[in-house]
């Protein structure tokens, strides 16, 4: 055998190789563990799904981690985590990117609809924006609430960090390209509702389950206010899909997680903490 071939045999058998390492650590985490990480929106839902649902014949712990859409899915990506939760539609970079060398391809799962919802102080004497003054505000064109039949106050913007799925949601659906430099960027919901609670002059948007009525003052947009029922219908001008992504179809525990969120017991739990859930078969 010529010494070229010996080179281009040993060179094939490395490739293989590789590919073989970097499938298998790509298909899953230790045996042990089911890791599900990402959306601040979704965690909750998820910790309270992991809290009831058992994992029949594994003795795998379920470990739920946040952070935001972006992170979850840069784990799921690293082959670091089984379940990406994204609070928003993937983009087409995004799966692109990830089918470069990786297979199998990113699967979503829709399992809930949620409204974006814009806050205000409860003794903010404004009830609705419409689309184009929220996008004005973000913008930075508006920045006294007397501009749009407030007090003569200056707005606070509060808005969520980069890597937020809420926050791309928000500005996709809004058309808004370039934020206020002096927008505060928070890392969670939460932090935005403490933000908005506290400050009578501040302005936020988080995801409707986290409102709290008791703290801060959900605004209707372009009249239509931001409920359960015009959620539901699609009619509230900012409603996204939370989703679930992992690599490829579904497949054992993974799958078993996911379907339990379909059940009577699981879509309950969707419900309970304040957003839709679809079925399997639903359009989106």
Known sequence: MKINQIRWMILLVVILFVLIFVGYSLTGQSEKELIIAGSTTIFPIIEKIADNF??????????????????????????????????????????????????????????????????????????????SQIRDIYTGRIRNWKDVGGEDREIVLLGRVSSSGTRQTFESLLNIDKVRDDMVSLSANSSVLLGV?????????????????????????DDIEGNIENISKGVYPLVRNLNLVTRGAPKGDIKDFIDFMFSKEGKNIIKEEGYIPISYNEEV
């Open 54 to 131: 058992d994992l029949e014949g594994s003795d795998k712990e379920i470990f739920v981690i946040g952070g935001s859409s972006e992170y979850g899915l840069s784990l799921l990506n690293n082959g670091e985590a089984d379940i990406a939760t994204v609070s928003r539609d993937l983009t087409t970079y995004e799966i692109e990117q990830y089918c470069i060398l990786r297979y199998p391809s990113l699967y979503v799962t829709t399992i809930a609809r949620d409204g974006v919802l814009v806050v205000v102080n409860p003794k903010n004497n404004i009830d609705n924006l419409t689309s």
């Open 197 to 221: 609670s506290e400050d009578e002059n501040a302005i936020g948007y988080i995801g409707h389950g986290y409102l709290d009525p008791s703290r801060v003052k959900a605004l209707s947009v």
